[in-house]
C-alpha cells in the first residue's frame, strides 16, 4: 500500500473503497459460483441416480435373461427421451462385465469389456461438475430384487452446465464490475464531499505562506460531526497563533526598549566622562582666554570631544532609524556597532578584539538591519557573559556565498535554556529573553545558519548569511538581546 | 316433429336399428396377429380392424403377442378365432390349423427372406458373414430364422457355431434397426417387410445392405383351426378379406399394409418352406 502513499487522502479512501467492492464483489462471486456448483453437483447426481435407478427397474430382467435386444431397444427409447440427451452414451453388462447392449453399438460392442469404457468412471455419490471436460463418466451396478445383475456405465453430457456456470462467471464478472464502477464513482464523489472540509484545512494550513489562515464560516460543515468541530478547533488554534504572534511582537519591542535602557545608561556613561573634560575645557578658555595656545589647545579638545558625541549619537540615531533598516550592508555598520558596543566595554573593562574584512567594493547584498540586530545582539549578550577583564570578539569575514560573523566570549558559556532560544524552534521557556530567538529567528529568515561551540573556555557563536536571495526578503524588526 | 316423420322413414330407421343390433350382438371376433407386418404402427392396425370389422359386420378385437409362438399358442388353445401366421409355424401344426386367406403382394402370393448388413459392410454372401453377430426376428419366423437357418445347415454350419453371437427381436423391423444401428453385423428379415420399410422410413433402410435374397416362399397365411374353418365367424372373416379392395375404407387398410389383397391358397404354396424345414431337421 506504499504506493498510495503519494496520492491524497480523498484519492486514496475512494480507492481503498472501491478496493474493498472489488474484495467483496470477488467474495461474493466464488460463493455464488461454488453454491452453483454445488446445486449443479446434486442435480447432475440426482438426475444420474434416476438414470440409473429407472434404468435398473426396466432393464433388470432384461440382463436377467441377457436379451440383448430388448435392453438395447430400451437404451435406445431412453435415448430418445428429453433427459436422455444428457446421457451421451450408456451401455449396460452383465455381472461379468460383458456388454449385452450400448446406446452407440459401434463404439461399444456387443460381448466388449465395459472397463474399457468405464476407465475414468467415477461412482455416483463422486459424481462432480468441477472439470473441464464437458462429458462425465459414471459406472454404477445395475441392481434388480436386491442382487446386482449386471453394472451401468454412462457418459453424461455436461457442457451445459459448464457453459451454464461460465455464463455466471461472465455475468458476475460483468455484475460487480459495473457495481463496483458506479459505486466507485459515487463512493469517489461521496468521499470527495466528506472530506472537502480536510481538503480545505490541509490547504488553509500548507497555502499560506507561513501564517495560517482560519476557514471561512461558509467552508465549516453544519452541524457537531467532527469534521465541523476539527474547523472549529483549528480556527481558535490560528487565532491562538495570531495572538502569541502578537504577544511575541509587544514583548520584543518591549525588549528592545529595555536594550536602549541599557545603551542609554551607557551611553550617559560615555557622554558624562567627556562632557567633564569639555566643561574643563570651557572653563580653562574663559580663564586663560589671553592665551592663545591654551585657548587653541582647550578648543582642540573641545573639538575632539564634541565630535565623539556626535559619533555616538549618529550611531544611536542609526541603530534606531527605521529607514536604515533595508539599507544595504556596509563597513560603516560594523564601524557603528563597535561604536555602540564600545560603552558595554568599557563599564564592563573587557577587552575587545574586532576584526571585520569587509571589501565596500564588493557589498554581500544584505540589509544592513538585520545584520546590525544580530550582532548587536549577540555582542552585548557576550558583554554580559564574559566576566570582568575578560574578552569578546567579532570577527566577519566573507566567503564564497556567505557573510560569516563570529562573535566569541571567554564567559562561563550559555545555558542550555539559552542554547535552545538561540538554536532551536521550540516554544520558549518563561522568564528568559527573546534576544537569542531574535538572532536566530532573523538568520533563519535571511536563510542563514546560526552555530555554536564551546572550546578552551571561548564561547563562539557564528552565523553565516548568504549573500543572494533569500536576504532580500529578510525584514526583521526584533529588539536586542538580554 | 313426430307429424313430420312419414311411415318410409319409420320402417327405415326400424330396419337400421335391427342391423345395428344383430352386429353388435354378435361376440367379439378375437384375430391373432403376429409381428410379420408392421405392427408398430397403430394407424395401420387400427385401419385394419376398422376395415374387416365392417366387412364381418361384427366387432374385431386384434389380439398382439411378442413371439409367433404365442400367437400360436392362442391360436391352437382357441384363444384367438384365428390368427395371421407366418408359413413355418402354419406347416409346424398343419394337423390342426388351415388356411383361410393369403395375402398378394407384388401380384403373387409370396415373398423372399432378405439376409441384410450394415450399408458400408463388404459382405457379398453368408459367407462373409462368420464369425459377426446376427440378428434374426423369431425362431418361428420362416424368413426371419428358417431360411439362414437351413442356408447354413446346407453349408453344413450351424447358427450358433456360424455367427459369434446371434440374438433374436421379436419384430422384422427390429432387425432391420438392430443392423441399421451397428448392434449386430448382419440380420435375417421378411423382404415383404424390408421393402415396406424402404417406403416408409427410407432412412432406416438406407443404412442396411441386401445381401442375399431367397427363393420366392408363400407369403404368411391368415390361419384358423381346421375344425373352426367352416364356422360362420372365420368364413366371414375370409369373405372380408377378399373384399377388401372392394371398398375405400379395405383398400386404405391394403395401400397402408402396402398389398394387394388376399386370395385363397393351398398349402403346396407352402412347398418350399417344407423342404427347408425338412432340411433343419435333418
Same mark, same amino acid.
Do not use: K, W, Y
Given at each position: 500500500m506504499k504506493w498510495l502513499g503519494p496520492f491524497p487522502l480523498s484519492i486514496k479512501l475512494p480507492i481503498l473503497a472501491a478496493a474493498m467492492m472489488v474484495l467483496v464483489g470477488a467474495v461474493a462471486s466464488q460463493q455464488v459460483l461454488r453454491a452453483l456448483a454445488r446445486v449443479q453437483d446434486a442435480r447432475i447426481q440426482e438426475l444420474a441416480q434416476m438414470h440409473v435407478e429407472g434404468l435398473s427397474v426396466a432393464l433388470g430382467p432384461l440382463v436377467l435373461r441377457h436379451d440383448i435386444w430388448e435392453v438395447y431397444d430400451t437404451l435406445d427409447r431412453a435415448a430418445q427421451?428429453? #433427459? &436422455? @440427451? @444428457?446421457?451421451v452414451l450408456t451401455a449396460v453388462a452383465d455381472e461379468r462385465g @460383458?456388454?449385452?447392449?450400448?446406446?452407440?453399438p459401434r463404439r461399444v460392442p456387443i460381448d466388449s469389456d465395459i472397463a474399457d469404457l468405464a476407465r475414468d468412471a467415477v461412482a455416483l455419490e463422486n459424481l462432480?461438475?468441477? &472439470?473441464?471436460? &464437458?462429458v462425465l463418466s459414471l459406472l454404477a451396478p445395475l441392481s434388480y430384487q436386491g442382487r446386482t445383475v449386471g453394472q451401468i456405465a454412462t457418459e453424461l453430457d455436461v457442457s451445459d452446465l459448464l457453459a451454464e456456470r461460465r455464463q455466471a462467471l461472465v455475468y458476475l464478472l460483468v455484475g460487480n464490475a459495473m457495481a463496483v464502477g458506479i459505486l466507485s464513482l459515487a463512493g469517489f464523489a461521496a468521499l470527495r464531499r466528506m472530506l472537502r472540509p480536510v481538503t480545505t484545512l490541509a490547504r488553509q494550513m500548507t497555502e499560506t505562506q507561513g501564517e495560517p489562515h482560519p476557514i471561512a464560516d461558509t467552508d465549516i460543515p453544519r452541524g457537531h460531526g467532527e469534521l465541523a468541530r476539527l474547523a472549529r478547533t483549528y480556527n481558535t488554534m490560528v487565532g491562538a497563533v495570531a495572538d502569541k504572534a502578537e504577544a511575541e511582537r509587544r514583548l520584543a519591542a518591549r525588549e528592545r526598549f529595555v536594550a536602549l535602557g541599557r545603551l542609554s545608561s551607557s551611553l550617559a556613561h560615555e557622554i558624562n566622562n567627556p562632557l567633564g573634560g569639555l566643561l574643563n575645557a570651557t572653563d580653562t578658555i574663559r580663564s586663560f582666554a589671553d592665551r592663545p595656545d591654551v585657548v587653541r589647545h582647550s578648543a582642540d579638545l573641545l573639538d575632539r570631544g564634541l565630535r565623539h558625541l556626535r559619533d555616538v549619537t549618529r550611531a544611536t540615531l542609526d541603530q534606531n532609524r527605521?529607514? @536604515?533598516? #533595508?539599507q544595504p550592508l556596509g563597513p560603516e555598520d560594523f564601524e557603528d556597532l563597535k561604536l555602540l558596543i564600545q560603552p558595554e566595554v568599557t563599564r564592563r573593562a573587557l577587552v575587545l578584539d574586532w576584526s571585520v574584512e569587509f571589501d565596500a567594493d564588493d557589498?554581500? &547584498?544584505?540589509?544592513a538591519g538585520p545584520v546590525r540586530q544580530i550582532a548587536l545582539n549577540l555582542l552585548l549578550n557576550s558583554c554580559a557573559a564574559a566576566s570582568p577583564s575578560g574578552r569578546i570578539g567579532l570577527h566577519v569575514w566573507r566567503e564564497a556565498d556567505a557573510l560569516r560573523l563570529d562573535i566569541a566570549d571567554t564567559g562561563s558559556g550559555m545555558s542550555q535554556a539559552e542554547l535552545e532560544r538561540l538554536l532551536g524552534d521550540g516554544p520558549l521557556s518563561p522568564g528568559g529573553g527573546v534576544g537569542l530567538r531574535i538572532v536566530r529567528d532573523l538568520a533563519t529568515r535571511m536563510g542563514g545558519i546560526v552555530d555554536h561551540v564551546r572550546t578552551d573556555g571561548v564561547t563562539r557563536v557564528t552565523v553565516a548569511l548568504p549573500t543572494q536571495g533569500s536576504v532580500q526578503a529578510a525584514h526583521g524588526t526584533g529588539g536586542p538581546a538580554c | 316433429m313426430a307429424c313430420l316423420i312419414g311411415r318410409r322413414d319409420l320402417v327405415g330407421a326400424g330396419l337400421a336399428a335391427l342391423v345395428a343390433g344383430r352386429a353388435w350382438a354378435q361376440p367379439v371376433f378375437r384375430l391373432g396377429l403376429t +409381428?410379420?407386418?408392421? %405392427?408398430?404402427d397403430a394407424a395401420v392396425i387400427d385401419g385394419l380392424r376398422r376395415a374387416l370389422s365392417r366387412g364381418m359386420g361384427r366387432e374385431i378385437e386384434l389380439v398382439q403377442r411378442r413371439t409367433y409362438q404365442d400367437i400360436t399358442g392362442l391360436l391352437l388353445e382357441r384363444g384367438v378365432d384365428a390368427a395371421w401366421l407366418c408359413g413355418y409355424p402354419y406347416l409346424q401344426h398343419a394337423d390342426l390349423l388351415g388356411l383361410v386367406a393369403v395375402p398378394v403382394w407384388r401380384g403373387a402370393p409370396s415373398y423372399q427372406s432378405y439376409l441384410i448388413a450394415a450399408a458400408?459392410? +463388404?459382405?457379398?454372401?453368408?459367407? %462373409?458373414?462368420?464369425g459377426g453377430t446376427h440378428a434374426f426376428s %423369431? +425362431?418361428?419366423?420362416n424368413s426371419g430364422y428358417l431360411v439362414t437357418a437351413t442356408d447354413l445347415r446346407r453349408m453344413g454350419e450351424r447358427a450358433d457355431t456360424f455367427f459369434s453371437r446371434s440374438i433374436f427381436t421379436f419384430g422384422h423391423r427390429n432387425v432391420v434397426r438392430a443392423v441399421a444401428d451397428g448392434l449386430v453385423r448382419s440380420g435375417s428379415v421378411d423382404g415383404y417387410v424390408w421393402e415396406a420399410l424402404a417406403a416408409i422410413e427410407p432412412d432406416l433402410t438406407a443404412r442396411t445392405r441386401i445381401v442375399g435374397r431367397s427363393e420366392w416362399l408363400g407369403f404368411p397365411p391368415v390361419c384358423a383351426r381346421r375344425d373352426m374353418l367352416g364356422s360362420d365367424p372365420v368364413q366371414a372373416l375370409q369373405r372380408a378379406l377378399m373384399d377388401l379392395p372392394t371398398t375405400d375404407e379395405g383398400r386404405r387398410a391394403l395401400a397402408a399394409l402396402h398389398l394387394d389383397g388376399f386370395q385363397q391358397a393351398t398349402p403346396d404354396l407352402f412347398d418350399g418352406i417344407a423342404d427347408r424345414m425338412r432340411d433343419l431337421e435333418t
Open positions: 427421451a428429453g #433427459e &436422455g @440427451r @444428457r446421457m @460383458r456388454v449385452l447392449a450400448a446406446t452407440d462432480s461438475v468441477d &472439470g473441464s471436460a &464437458g527605521l529607514d @536604515r533598516v #533595508e557589498p554581500p &547584498g544584505i540589509p | +409381428p410379420v407386418f408392421l %405392427d408398430n458400408a459392410d +463388404p459382405a457379398g454372401t453368408l459367407t %462373409d458373414l462368420r %423369431d +425362431p418361428d419366423s
